[in-house]
């Protein structure tokens, strides 16, 4: 995501707009599937009442947090917020029945991945089980964070602030999506709702 030009604002965009569109987007998800919210709900209540007032999450906290990632890893699939990438060919390729010669520019689509029904069945269903063994995913069938050596080296980091921000937001709140929110969202390129977030939100103490 970084591009010549404007290195501080390119940062910028790389790791917050990114994690900040992953959090908006989960969190409308999971006020439209509640079965996925209370299965986060659960895990993230368990985690809280271990813990003391103002103590702060460890690492073993983080990775038992498995329901609420794996819904964090459906959101980047239905939305993800970086949706194309470039690469360019060190060698003639032939892919499809088309030879890409060599030093051409490639944009390969996220999204085409993402939505491909031959990988992900129905892949307009928001379903966190798609992601309970994220081993058996066939190789770079998911690719929010791209791939190879050039892969997001944020991508650890950015786990760490979703799953921190919405042990906070769920053990903390009483929210949901406001009236009126139509779900509709447009590309500048991130995702962002055309409405912004939304939220009628109160403290839970
Ligand atoms: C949900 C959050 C994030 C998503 C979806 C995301 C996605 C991506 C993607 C798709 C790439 C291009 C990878 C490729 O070409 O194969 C990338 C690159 C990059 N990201 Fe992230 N990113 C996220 C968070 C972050 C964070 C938190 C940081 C920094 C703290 C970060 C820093 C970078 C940097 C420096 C690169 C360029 C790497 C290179 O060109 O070698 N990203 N990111």
Known sequence: MLSKGLPNEDIMVA??????ALITFLLRHLDANKDAYAKVLQEQEEIARCKAEGEALSW???????????????TLRIVPPAFSMLRRTLADVEFGGYVIPKGWQVMY??????????????PGR???????????????????????????PGNEFSKVETLVAVHHIVTRFRWKLADGCDGSFSRHPMPYPTQGLLIDIEPIH
């Open 60 to 74: 073993e906290d983080l990775c038992k947090m498995r329901h609420t990632w794996a819904a964090a890893m459906e």
């Open 109 to 122: 689509a996220t999204n085409m991945t993402h939505w491909d029904q031959a990988i992900f069945p129905d």
């Open 15 to 20: 790791a917050h707009d990114t994690t900040a």
């Open 126 to 152: 928001f379903d966190p089980a798609r992601f309970d063994d994220p081993a058996a995913l066939a190789p770079y069938s998911f690719v929010p964070f791209g791939g190879g050596a050039r892969m997001c």
